[in-house]
Nanobody, 130 residues
Framework: QVQLVESGGGLVQAGGSLKLTCVAS?????????????VGWFRQAPGKERELVAA????????YYADSVKGRCTISRDNAKNTVYLQMIDLQPEDTAVYYC??????????????????WGQGTQVTVSS
């Protein structure tokens, strides 16, 4: 099993920044290193479907960003700490949502396939005021 814990959410004014952190733990990493996992940051606003914001593949495997956040978000990972970050700048009210970290072992599927993620965190609230 894998446990994911998000932190770093909060209330910011429009134009502000936040850095979200996702820390992974679990005995599964003894078999498959965390560095091989694809990790995604999703968000879900009230009344809307959960959507992928950004994803990072196994180390060196590249990143993905939704069009709505390109240029404003940077996803990165520190495998020594089993941690993935999402740096967000120039936040806007439409970025308000609960942000979830999700992970999956390598399976060759597109990172955008939400149902392919095996493990999910509890989420952290991001609220952007205008």
């Amino acid at each position: 099993q894998v446990q994911l814990v998000e932190s770093g959410g909060g209330l910011v004014q429009a134009g502000g920044s936040l850095k979200l952190t996702c820390v992974a733990s679990g005995r599964t990493f003894r078999t498959v290193s965390f560095s091989m996992y694809t990790v995604g940051w999703f968000r879900q606003a009230p009344g809307k479907e959960r959507e992928l914001v950004a994803a990072i593949r196994w180390t060196g495997g590249g990143t993905y960003y939704a069009d709505s956040v390109k240029g404003r978000c940077t996803i990165s990972r520190d495998n020594a700490k089993n941690t993935v970050y999402l740096q967000m700048i120039d936040l806007q009210p439409e970025d308000t949502a609960v942000y979830y970290c999700a992970a999956r072992p390598p399976n060759g599927k597109p990172v955008t396939m939400k149902d392919e993620y095996d493990y999910w965190g509890q989420g952290t609230q991001v609220t952007v005021s205008s």
